[in-house]
């Protein structure tokens, strides 16, 4: 069965560093998400993703947040110049035609900012 | 704007007992309704959604959830659990009608089912 996939699994980081977390979607899958999950609190939306734009982003999705579908298969998270409250785990998932509204995730990447 | 409840944090069980695990939305628009299962240092899974159509939803491992429009809650239920079932359990909904580009999910803070031998 096709699934989500992301690397790193993890990643440390010291603060102001610029890191890149990555997200290969399924397959023809179109439209692309990321999510992050703060320990013990909710998991939040940060930004959506269709046709090279994205649709629509959270107040968390600030200047220091970018986005981006280098290739066909990549979708990539930039944080560039990572701050302590950014240590979290960040999801991605994506959904296709046919059934837009239902979103498959990855299993995250956790990272900790130093 | 939507926001989703889980009303208990922990629940934990017997093995084969049954369980509920609470989930109340409130939403000024029509939603989709999920829960999505979170192993042990895994990710999201999908477990079942509620679409339209009958309200009772069933989905894997013998858990369904059942839509209740008047009360705005989406309770997941197994009638005998098993101690693999252990995980945390996310409600989420999304907005119904703000198009195939954006159904952003909105979470709930999670229930940990604890199934104990």
């Known amino acids: 069965e096709p699934e989500v996939t992301q690397t790193p699994s993890h990643q440390v980081t010291q603060m102001g560093q610029e890191v890149i977390l990555r997200c290969v979607p399924i397959?023809?899958?179109?439209?692309f998400y990321w999510y992050r999950q703060i320990l013990g609190q909710k998991v939040e939306f940060l930004v959506s993703?269709?046709?090279?734009?994205?649709?629509?982003k959270s107040e968390i999705f600030d200047d220091q947040f970018s986005v981006e579908r280098p290739d066909g298969s990549n979708f990539t998270l930039k944080i560039r110049s990572t701050k302590l409250e950014d240590s979290a785990m960040y999801f991605c998932?994506?959904?296709?035609?046919?059934?837009?509204?239902?979103?498959?995730f990855g299993p995250g990447t956790r990272l900790l900012v130093l | 704007a939507q926001s989703v409840t889980q009303l208990d944090s922990q629940v934990p069980v017997f093995e084969e007992a049954p369980v509920e695990l609470r989930c109340n939305y409130s939403?000024?628009?029509?939603?989709?309704l999920f829960w999505y299962v979170q192993y042990p240092n895994q990710g999201l899974q999908l477990l079942l959604k509620?679409?339209?159509?009958?309200?009772l939803v069933k989905g894997i491992n013998g858990f369904e959830a059942e839509f209740n429009k008047s009360q705005t809650s989406f309770h997941l239920r197994k009638p005998s659990v098993h101690i693999s079932d252990t995980a945390e359990y996310f409600c989420?909904?999304?907005?119904?009608?703000?198009?195939?580009?954006?159904?952003?999910?909105?979470f709930g803070k999670g229930t940990l089912l604890t199934v104990n031998p």
């Open positions: 939403s000024s628009v029509s939603v989709y």
């Open positions: 989420a909904v999304s907005d119904r009608n703000s198009g195939g580009s954006n159904y952003k999910l909105t």
């Open positions: 993703f269709y046709n090279n734009e994205i649709s629509e």
């Open positions: 397959s023809n899958h179109l439209y």
């Open positions: 509620y679409l339209s159509g009958s309200t």
């Open positions: 998932a994506s959904t296709g035609r046919g059934h837009l509204e239902t979103q498959y």
